[in-house]
């Protein structure tokens, strides 16, 4: 059985751009550069799904991170509070009606 063949990113790179111009086919692309014109056609279409993400203002996919994980923080932090309350009451650690003085 034939190994498989490792492409760079550089090749994919050229290969994509290449295919992205529209000069030429897909099968003169695939020809030249020794690879299935399936292959080509593969790593266009992963090239343009990435772009967006690649061309994206960085600082807004950041700050999107930044609120899903403050929430979610959050979110944990009322449920272990709930807990300890819930614990204390258990062991009776905290009374309601302890009056100071």
């Not at 292959?39 to 996919?61: C, H, I, N, Y």
Request: proline share 2%.
């Amino acid at each position: 059985m034939a190994q498989r063949r490792r492409h760079d990113g550089t090749l994919k790179t050229r290969v994509v751009v290449e295919a992205m111009g529209g000069q030429r086919t897909v099968n003169e692309i695939a020809g030249s550069y020794g690879v299935h014109p399936s292959q080509v056609a593969k790593w266009k279409a992963e090239g343009l799904k990435g772009l967006p993400e690649v061309l994206s203002d960085g600082r807004r996919a950041s700050a999107d991170r930044d609120v899903e994980t403050e929430a979610r923080l959050y979110q944990q932090i009322g449920r272990l509070t709930m807990e300890v309350q819930y614990l204390k009451k258990k062991l009776g650690l905290c009374r309601s009606d302890s009056v100071e003085g």
